[in-house]
C-alpha cells in the first residue's frame, strides 16, 4: 500500500483522543479478530508462489515479497512484543535490515534477508507470543494500548503491506496465481451523472474512532461552499473517450509537471493497458483481457486523473470535499463513520478485502450510497484528489513520526476511499492514504467535481 511502512518505536507515545472506555473482552476479541485476518491474507499471498517469485524484485518500485513479510513480523516483534508486552528481542540483529526508512525499496535485494521457510518461522513465533501479550495486556491507562490501539495499528499496518504484496502480484510476471470470483453487477442502470454536495460547515476528522490513526486526528470543523461531485468513479469507457480524443497528445490539459513526466515516459494509457487493433486490452494478475467499459478506470496517476478533469470541464475533488461527500449526513448535521452509516463493512455495502481481484461496476452497492446519494466511495478503487497531504488544525504525531508527519507538504497527494485491496481494518471514511502523483502501480482511480457558482455564470 501506498501509506508508509511502519518505524521503530523510539519515540515516547504522544496521547491522543479516545472514545469511551470499551469492554476489554471485546477489545481482545476485536484485536485478535483483525491480526488473524491479516495473517490469512498474508500466507496466501506468500504461499501461492515458489521461493524464486518470494526472494525476487519484480519491480524496483516494491521490495521481494520476501522482505514484506519479515517486516510485517519485526515490526509486531517491536512494537506488540517489546513496546506493550516489555518482552525481550527476538531478533534485534534484523531490526536495520528490515528499517523501511532506512533502505529503499530498490536496494532491499541485496540485504541479508531471512530465507522464505526462516520468514514464516519467525512471523509465526511473533504471532504466538502476541497472543499471549494481548491476553495478559491492561488496554487502559498508556495511550499506545487504551481501546487495543496498538493491536489495531499492527493490523492495520499488516493489511496495509498485504495490500503492497497484492501490488506486486500485479507487476509480477508470470501465469495466474490468485484467483476470486467476480464482483456483484450494478443494481441500477441509470444513475444521475452527479449529486449535489451543499455548501456549509462538516466534521472532518476524527477525535473517536479508537484505531484511527495519527493523521486522520483530531476532528475540526471545516466549511465548504457548495459543489457537484461525479456519482460514481470515472469509467474505463469514459477514459476512453480521454484517450481517443487526443488527451495524451494536448498539452493543454496537463499541468507542467505531468506533461514533462508524460513525454519522457511515453504515457499514452492506465499502466497495463495495451491496445490491440480496434481493442484495449489489460493485464489483471497475470491474465490478458478485454479492459471492460463499466469498470472504473484503474492504474492512473494523480497527473492523469486531473488530466482528464480538466479536459471534461471539471476537476478532482478536494479532499474536505471528498469527505463531505462521504460522511456528511444533513438531515442530521452530524458526520457518519462511513458513507452509510456507523456500521462495519460488509460485502453488500463496499468492495473490499481482495473478495474481488477488482473493482466492482461503476454503480455497484447502492446500500453502500452516501446520504445524497454518491456510490462506491469507500472500495472498489483509491480516489485522487486535488489536496497535497497535510495535517489537520491540533495534528499530533503518534505513536511515531515516521507515520505521517515526515510526508506533509506539496510532495504528495492525498488519496481517499480505498480499494479492492483494503481490508475493513485499514480504511474509514477518515482514513487518508497518499501518494506522489506519478504512482500508477497503485489501485488507484478517480472522481470529478465542479464548483455550485458555475450554474450560475452558465445561466
Avoid at 534484523?94 to 541485496?110: G, Q
Avoid at 480538466?310 to 452530524?334: F, I, Q, Y
Wanted: glycine share 8%.
Amino acid at each position: 500500500m501506498t501509506a508508509p511502512e511502519a518505524a521503530t518505536p523510539h519515540q515516547t507515545p504522544a496521547a491522543h483522543e479516545g472514545s469511551a472506555p470499551l469492554d476489554p473482552d471485546a477489545i481482545r476479541e476485536r484485536a485478535e479478530r483483525a491480526l488473524r485476518t491479516a495473517r490469512e491474507r498474508t500466507r496466501a499471498l506468500t504461499l501461492c508462489v515458489d521461493e524464486r517469485d518470494l526472494t525476487a524484485q519484480h519491480s524496483p518500485l516494491m521490495s521481494p515479497l520476501v522482505w514484506d513479510l519479515a517486516h510485517i513480523g519485526n515490526q509486531e516483534e517491536q512494537w506488540l512484543l517489546r513496546a506493550v508486552g516489555g518482552r525481550e528481542a527476538l531478533r534485534p540483529e534484523i531490526d536495520s535490515v528490515y528499517d523501511a526508512f532506512e533502505h529503499p525499496r530498490a536496494t532491499r535485494p541485496s540485504l541479508p534477508l531471512l530465507p522464505p521457510d526462516e520468514a514464516h518461522r519467525y512471523v509465526g513465533e511473533v504471532r504466538g507470543r502476541v497472543l499471549d501479550v494481548l491476553e495478559r495486556a491492561a488496554l487502559h491507562g498508556d495511550p499506545l494500548v487504551d481501546a487495543g490501539f496498538a493491536f489495531g495499528m499492527i493490523a492495520q499496518h499488516e493489511q496495509q503491506h498485504d495490500e503492497t504484496m497484492l501490488i506486486t502480484h500485479q507487476l509480477r510476471r508470470g501465469p495466474a496465481v490468485l484467483h476470486a470470483p467476480p464482483p456483484p453487477g450494478p443494481v441500477d442502470a441509470a444513475l444521475p451523472a452527479e449529486v449535489f454536495v451543499p455548501g456549509g460547515p462538516f466534521t472532518m476528522g476524527t477525535s473517536a474512532e479508537p484505531w484511527a490513526l495519527d493523521n486522520e486526528r483530531p476532528a475540526h470543523r471545516v466549511e465548504v461552499p457548495g459543489f457537484h461531485i461525479d456519482t460514481v468513479p470515472v469509467s474505463n469507457a469514459a477514459y476512453q473517450r480521454f484517450i481517443e480524443d487526443g488527451g495524451y497528445e494536448r498539452e493543454r490539459w496537463w499541468t507542467a509537471e505531468g506533461w514533462a513526466h508524460i513525454r519522457e515516459h511515453g504515457l499514452h494509457a492506465p499502466l497495463f493497458w495495451r491496445r490491440e487493433g480496434d481493442q484495449w486490452l489489460r493485464r489483471r494478475f497475470g491474465v490478458t483481457e478485454p479492459v471492460p467499459p463499466a469498470e472504473p478506470v484503474l492504474h492512473v496517476s494523480w497527473f492523469e486523473a486531473d488530466a482528464y478533469a480538466r479536459w471534461a470541464g471539471r476537476r478532482l475533488p478536494t479532499e474536505a470535499e471528498w469527505e463531505k461527500a462521504a460522511r456528511h449526513d444533513p438531515d442530521a448535521d452530524r458526520s457518519r463513520r462511513y458513507p452509510w452509516g456507523d456500521a462495519d463493512p460488509t460485502p453488500d455495502l463496499a468492495n473490499l478485502g481482495q473478495r474481488h481481484l477488482q473493482p466492482a461496476p461503476v454503480g455497484s452497492y447502492p446500500r453502500g450510497a452516501s446520504p445524497l446519494g454518491v456510490r462506491q466511495l469507500i472500495g472498489d478503487v483509491w480516489e485522487w484528489t486535488a489536496s497535497d497531504f497535510l495535517p489537520y488544525p491540533g495534528f499530533a504525531a503518534f505513536p511515531y513520526r515516521e507515520y505521517s508527519e515526515v510526508f506533509f507538504g506539496g510532495t504528495y497527494k492525498v488519496l481517499r476511499g480505498g480499494s479492492f485491496a483494503v481490508d475493513s481494518v485499514a480504511c474509514r471514511g477518515t482514513f487518508r492514504n497518499w501518494d506522489l502523483p506519478i504512482r500508477r502501480q497503485i489501485f488507484s482511480g478517480f472522481r470529478t467535481a465542479r464548483d455550485a457558482e458555475r450554474e450560475a455564470r452558465d445561466a
